[in-house]
């Protein structure tokens, strides 16, 4: 059993600990939270042992009437390997802590690809992260493309990859987030940021990517063109689609016409907190056009990285090989819609 420590307890943190403690060859050593709010409120409620991140904070818990198991330091001892899911640039501050205890550290996707040895992506390069002391997972747009990339690069060959990602303005709890009444450039430079993500996976892609920013919370929505390096038709490319676990390919007959029914879809499934594992691609939606691949995809920002992270803990620990590890992940979330 891998002894997994969880440092951040927010968004991404409470959805890793819940999606480790489902698997069968690991376990939640404890999780480390800044502040006695709703969230170590529920992870005392989960029985996760609670340690506190910053030690002058400790007595915050005790007055809320919150029980600490320690400093975050005994938690990264004692781990076998440690998630870290705190704000961006937060990882990078952690990064002397968990070199002091040897114990091997993941990293999300608001940190910088040069912080660590690999930036990693379950179905693209899990190989490269084995053994690894200190990965990135990548952010939940780099997630989502290179899912829908690998298959299409191992199959036809890529020669260019164009996205336009219309991103939510913030996670529903973001209040402080925006726009509300506004579409923005976002970022206004071309390309955007998440092309050059996507080659920390992909070194040798070409791949040009626009943002934008709209006024919603559930999911970001891509628009994807790929230039494949063989004519290619859109049924051959479903195909290929389905089989891949993390790839739902929307039917028709569903009538899910946006991020908000692919939600209700979601928690009518009784996902937990309607979470969406699985880039969400419309199958009406693929279409070609010579050697040009065409889609439309929702991704969930909150959770498609939560497989990914379970993942990138079998590569770091040498548990288990790709394969293995994406059906073990698949099989005790329940992935595959
Ligand atoms: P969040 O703000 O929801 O959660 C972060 C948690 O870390 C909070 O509970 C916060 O109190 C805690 N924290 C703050 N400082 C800390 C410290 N020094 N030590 C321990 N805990 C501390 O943030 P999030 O959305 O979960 O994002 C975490 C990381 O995941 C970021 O790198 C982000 O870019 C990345 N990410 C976020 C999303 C998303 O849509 N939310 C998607 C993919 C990746």
Known sequence: MQQV?????GTIGKRVADAVRQ??????????KTRPNFEAETAIDKGFPLYAAVEEREELFAEAGLEIAGPVEDLVAEADVVVDATPSGIGAQNKALYEEYDTPALYQGGEDADLVDVSFNARSNFEDAVDA??????????TGLSRVIAPLREEYGVEK?????????????????????????NPVTIPSHHGPDVETIFPDLDIDTLGMKVPATLMHMHSLNVTL?????????????????????????????????????????G??????????????????????????????QESDVVPENVDAIR???????????????????GIGL
């Open 315 to 333: 590569a770091v620990t040498g548990a288990a090989d790709a394969e293995e590890s994406i059906a073990t992940t698949d099989e005790a979330l």
């Open 229 to 269: 390096e063989e004519d290619v038709d859109a049924a051959e490319v479903r195909d290929l689609f389905a089989d891949e676990s993390r790839l739902f390919l929307i039917p028709e007959r569903m009538n899910i016409d946006g991020s908000g029914t692919l939600k209700e879809y979601a928690l009518d499934a």
């Open 23 to 32: 698997q069968p060859d690991m376990e939640v050593l404890g999780v480390a």
């Open 161 to 185: 990859v164009r996205a336009t990602l219309v991103r939510r303005g913030g996670d529903p709890g973001q209040s402080d987030r925006g726009p509300i009444n506004d579409i923005l450039p």
């Open 133 to 142: 002391d200190h990965v990135r997972v990548v952010s939940c747009n780099t």
């Open 5 to 9: 420590a969880i440092n951040g307890y």
């Open 271 to 300: 996902r937990p907190r309607g979470d969406l594992w699985e880039n969400c691609l419309w199958a009406e939606s693929i279409s070609t056009e010579g050697r040009d691949f065409y889609c439309f995809q929702g991704i969930h």
